[in-house]
């Protein structure tokens, strides 16, 4: 069959399509549709999946002379999905978030009115709170896949929650020795990761390098950060420079993290969801730092479950700094309150959301 996926913008969108084709794949051929200045034109090729493009941008929420433009440039989008979707028949899309879903689903909902095609249109929605794009994508939509039950109250009996999928390379991870080995880490040490998400977090990065840099770590602490690529060489200081006998190990990105999941016992990072979906799948405690400026506060909200649940800490983004990081992370290395946190992180994917996406594809294409 033929699957198209379409998405992008961020990790969060992509890396949760990846991983529902990379298990079509033997059974699929497959096909990405995103914007061709966005992260999709990098991440989707790398992954070996062929991407086309479409004119496409962000949704505005009030009306202006820009709404105008945006309106005139996906319009165009739809026309030109129109064009790629008639000429690929997909058997299923699915449209993962990001604005670039809007022209492509609403293309094919107009194709299939023209009888032109007969797919099936499935929306993942990862989030708590739904975006903008997908709120407005709800009556185009035949299914919507979510991780959040209160997702449910946007998208009615079009719902199922399913849970985040999570790549291959993630659900069997590495052994600790060789992957602490790989990325020049000690296996014996307690490894705190820190990653600001695909695109780098400042105000993470500054409060590690207070960290290292102004605080002697326990000896049996190391640090693998991972800056995000605008702020690698800013964030070199931290190496040269380490206080006492820091252990810090800098990589600006890492297409697959799951050497990084297999040595890490604590995650400090963003709360989006595709990385929650991870952390939960991964079963490892976190520190969240969740992006203050997110559309519609939907980072605060992602990690309010993982925070009712008992899975992580969260600090506030103004309130994060070298200080604040220490002490929460002394918090959560406490001997009973790590192990609290580790068992509530490992009880949050009782189930495979893969599986679940899986057997509802089936029964979609089944009708």
Not at 180 to 207: C, E, F, H, V
Not at 252 to 279: F, I
Request: hydrophobic letters at 45%; one cysteine or more; glycine letters at 8%.
């Amino acid at each position: 069959m033929n699957v198209t996926f379409t998405g992008g913008g961020t990790g969060g969108h992509l890396y949760p399509a990846i991983a529902i084709a990379d298990a079509l794949a033997t059974r699929a051929n497959i096909r990405f549709i995103g914007a061709s200045d966005r992260l999709e034109a990098k991440i989707v090729p790398a992954a070996g999946y062929e991407v086309d493009f479409v004119p496409s941008r962000p949704l505005e929420r009030n009306a202006s002379l820009k709404s105008i433009a945006t309106a005139a440039v996906n319009g165009y989008g739809v026309l030109v999905a129109m064009k790629l979707l008639s000429q690929r028949k997909p058997d299923l899309l699915i449209a993962t978030g990001g604005y670039v879903c809007f022209p492509v689903v609403v293309a094919a909902k107009i194709l299939r009115a023209l009888g032109i095609l007969r797919c099936p249109i499935a929306l993942l929605e990862i989030n708590a709170y739904p975006g903008l794009t997908n709120r407005l994508l709800a009556p185009f939509v035949d299914e919507v896949w979510g991780a959040f039950a209160s997702a449910a109250a946007v998208f009615a009996e079009k719902y199922q929650q399913t849970g985040i999928p999570v790549r291959a390379s993630l659900r069997c991870l590495p052994d600790r020795t060789d992957a602490a080995k790989w990325l020049g880490l000690d296996p014996k040490r307690r490894t705190i990761l820190a990653m600001g998400g695909s695109q780098g977090a400042r105000s993470i990065n500054d409060s590690v390098a207070a960290l290292i840099t102004r605080r002697a770590l326990p000896d049996d602490w190391q640090v693998l950060h991972v800056s995000g690529e605008r702020d690698y060489e800013y964030m070199k200081a931290e190496e040269r420079s380490p206080l006492g006998n820091n252990k810090i190990v800098l990589v600006p990105y890492l297409n697959e993290l799951a050497e990084a999941y297999a040595v890490s016992d604590m995650v400090v990072a963003r709360a989006g969801a595709s990385t929650l979906g991870e952390l939960a799948a991964m079963g490892i405690p976190s520190i969240l730092v969740p992006y203050p400026f997110a559309a519609d506060d939907h980072q605060n909200v992602n990690a309010k479950a993982f925070i009712d649940a008992g899975a992580a800490l969260v600090i506030d983004d103004e309130a994060l700094d070298g200080d604040q990081l220490w002490w929460t992370l002394r918090e959560a290395f406490e001997p009973a309150r790590y192990e609290s946190l580790r068992a509530a992180a490992r009880s949050l994917a009782p189930h495979d959301a893969l599986e679940a996406i899986l057997a509802r594809i089936d029964e979609r294409l089944g009708k």
